[in-house]
């Protein structure tokens, strides 16, 4: 689109449609910033199949009231189609971020002027207590106001079905394709019916709460050991309103808070990025742990959807978990205890992704427990539980993104319960004169040493896509001979869904939905999967190599082996430049 065409739609926006700031704004644009102008009007915000997210201003391109919107028109168009001449409700739930409230308001205003009810929480709340409250109240969808992990400039808009999980096939391209019929705010109902707006909490949490207590294996080693010292920190986000309620619901009586992260705040002051999976988003917490010789650390992002954790090593050091191995505890404690306390049975199963360590599989075919793998992002997860929910039992779900899922009444990651399980874990472990270190390399011993990184490529901007375009289709059609010296042997494209055996030849249809990731294996067992993100402008590289792990083998210099072994891998393949 030329600035020509971007400036004559700019221009619609300062009409008297808009309310008065945001015709300030776009005439500011216009006059003293052609790039930014560029930027904001150049395309619409797209809405993907999870919905919308994208930095907050003025403009097409831009989260505003005017395109959630817009969004919720679509959606609101879409249900109305499948659920006609019904009573539909939906469920509206909102984070930390600056506006999100707004937008939470303005997404139950739209919904209820099209004769919907709405349920709004009374303030933030969760994002796993969103898909929790639409199963409890039988709504037939639902939206959380949240960009997640992304940076203080960005805010989102997550689309849920009435099994409480986000859009999947063929919702999420039916709903994708109404939002884009609306052309412009003339198409919205922006004007609120009160009456079909009811705002709910507490009793809400009351029962989400009571819920994840069923979850627990070992209650009575939660009363035994109550006194673990807990550390946790919400990061500024809905994580405060529950976790510490939750702990202490559970019977942890030694919990301590950080309370500069307790303070729900948008911008995020204590840390550079509200995100677990970063080692700066935990400093304070880590800096509590030393002061009071923590037994466990934990940080959830925004919404309380994904958690990072770290435990002391047996130098007394803390370390940080990334989300495989924080997974692979869940997962081993999970199926180990059931399978102790003859809780399993035949239909039993769990589910990965197919970016997350291939240990996780370990764990399960150790413990004769079914393993399904799916394709990145937790709605495909939630997928497996809805088709199967009449035949099979889940137990527990994971990927490699600190997203974890215990039982089925939420149907999206939940760092709520995660944080709970995870907090009897080392009440477990304090049971077995062991630490959680102790529980890891344990673990280690069983199934192997596995170590994974994650390395993400930021292409920002309008000419960012393409750029990741192209190095998608470079890997494509000119994948290595070998890898770190090591031959690659196999190719798996699940945009084409095809298994490739370079050695033989032979190709086999792999039966996922299609998806915009390639991976390959190497002969050595070297994973390594490409795939842009789904959420920001990024590409991401997950690297995987693994070695056996014997009682005599010097943890450290294995691990440091390993690590050299994907420094490698990423040098090899041009992307430590």
């Not at 997962?331 to 003859?342: A, F, P, S, V």
């Not at 199934?447 to 901007?461: D, F, H, N, Q, V």
């Not at 590289?541 to 490698?568: A, M, P």
Request: hydrophobic content about 35%.
């Amino acid at each position: 689109m030329n600035n020509q065409a971007i400036l004559d739609r700019a221009k619609i926006w300062l009409n008297d449609k808009f309310d008065t700031e945001t015709r300030k704004q776009v005439e500011h644009l216009i006059q003293n910033n052609q790039k930014e102008l560029n930027e904001s009007f150049y395309q619409n915000l797209e809405f993907g199949t999870g919905g919308l997210r994208g930095i907050m201003g003025v403009g097409t391109n831009r989260m505003n009231i005017y395109t959630v919107g817009m969004a919720t028109q679509g959606f609101a168009n879409y249900l109305k189609k499948e659920f006609n001449n019904q009573d539909i409700k939906v469920a509206i739930a909102y984070d930390c971020r600056n506006n999100s409230k707004l937008f939470a308001q303005t997404t139950a205003n739209v919904f209820s002027a099209n004769g919907f009810t709405a349920y709004l929480f009374e303030t933030l709340r969760p994002t796993p207590e969103l898909s929790y409250t639409i199963r409890k109240l039988g709504c037939m969808g639902g939206v959380v106001i949240t960009a997640s992990h992304n940076p203080k400039e960005y805010n989102g808009y997550k689309a849920y079905w009435n099994d409480g999980s986000q859009l999947v096939s063929p919702h999420d391209k039916n709903v994708v394709n109404e939002v884009a019929k609306i052309s412009n705010i003339d198409d919205v109902k922006f004007n609120a019916d009160q009456s079909k707006i009811n705002i709910i909490g507490k009793d809400l949490d009351d029962s989400y709460i009571k819920d994840i207590l069923k979850l627990s294996i070992s209650p009575q080693l939660i009363q035994k050991h109550n006194n673990i010292k807990i550390v946790y920190s919400a990061l500024h986000g809905t994580g405060s309103i529950l976790v510490p309620r939750c702990l202490k619901a559970a019977g942890f009586k030694n919990i301590h808070t950080i309370k500069e992260q307790d303070i729900n705040d948008g911008n995020f002051p204590t840390v550079k990025s509200p995100n677990p999976e970063e080692g700066e988003a935990l400093t304070l917490a880590l800096i509590k742990a030393k002061e009071i010789d923590a037994d466990i650390v934990m940080a959830t992002d925004p919404d309380a959807d994904r958690v990072g954790i770290a435990i002391k090593n047996n130098k007394g050091e803390f370390i940080l978990l990334n989300g495989n191995q924080t997974g692979a505890i869940i997962m081993h404690y999970i199926l180990t205890q059931y399978k102790k306390n003859n809780l399993l049975k035949d239909n039993d199963y769990i589910v990965s992704t197919i970016v997350t360590s291939e240990i996780i599989e370990k764990i399960a075919k150790k413990n004769n427990v079914e393993y399904i793998d799916v394709l990145t992002g937790f709605k495909y997860i939630a997928e497996v539980i809805r088709v199967n929910e009449t035949t099979k039992r889940f137990i527990a779900g994971c990927e490699e993104s600190y997203g974890y899922l215990i039982g089925d009444d939420v149907r999206d990651k939940d760092a709520i319960s995660a944080c709970f399980i995870i907090s009897e874990i080392v009440a477990w472990a304090k049971e077995n004169q062991k630490t959680m270190f102790d529980i890891l390399i344990d673990i280690y011993k069983q199934y192997g040493l596995y170590i994974e990184r994650l390395l993400s490529i930021t292409k920002k901007g309008i000419d960012g896509l393409a750029e990741i375009k192209l190095m998608m289709d470079n890997y494509r059609l000119n994948p290595p001979e070998t890898i770190n010296k090591s031959k690659l042997i196999t190719i798996k494209d699940y945009l084409t869904l095809t298994e490739t055996n370079i050695i033989t030849g032979e190709k086999k249809k792999i039966n996922l939905e299609k998806s915009n990731v390639l991976q390959y294996f190497t002969a050595d067992g070297s994973k390594i999967s490409v795939r842009p993100s789904g959420t920001e402008p990024k590409i991401k590289f997950y690297f995987s190599v693994n070695s056996s792990f014997e009682q005599s083998d010097n943890y450290y210099n294995k691990i440091e082996s390993l690590n050299n072994k994907i420094s490698n891998i990423i040098t090899d393949l041009k992307l430590d430049i």
